[in-house]
């Protein structure tokens, strides 16, 4: 079964961290790019950041720059997103997703934007940062 699966998702007080994973089965983890999106209250789910395949090469939206890493594990399949110095602003549900096309998901994440191109989501975790 093609899947993705998040985890490491919790409440977390403001200015504190979380790791997130995303753990990749199902797919030759090697043809696709990685990225993160979110989706807050009421809002659309844009862009994080992601990881191109191609060049290893990492890339992060305007709001989580600086405060965000993204890595990945390839012997592991799995793709983790480092959060620190969180805000409440950051509260959401977080996805992982696939795209063998990388340009769009480097695009829309460098724009925090929403897209519906991705070839594989995950199902999401849920960050709560409090304030």
């Known amino acids: 079964e093609v899947q993705l699966v998040e985890s490491g998702g919790g409440l977390v007080q403001a200015e504190g961290s979380l790791r997130l994973s995303c753990a990749a089965s199902g797919f030759s983890f090697s043809d696709y790019s990685i990225g993160w999106f979110r989706q807050a209250p009421g809002k659309a789910r844009t862009g994080v950041a992601c990881?191109?395949?191609?060049?290893?090469?990492?890339y992060y939206s305007h709001a989580v720059e600086g405060r965000f890493t993204i890595s990945s594990d390839n012997a592991k399949n799995t793709v983790y997103l480092q959060m620190t110095n969180l805000k409440p602003e950051d509260t959401g549900v977080y996805y992982c997703?696939?795209?063998?096309?990388?340009?769009?998901?480097?695009?829309?994440?460098?724009?925090?934007?929403?897209?519906?191109?991705?070839?594989?989501w995950g199902k999401g975790t849920v960050v709560t940062v409090s304030s």
């Open positions: 997703a696939a795209a063998v096309n990388e340009t769009i998901l480097v695009v829309t994440t460098l724009l925090g934007a929403q897209t519906d191109a991705m070839d594989i």
């Open positions: 990881i191109r395949r191609s060049n290893g090469l990492t």
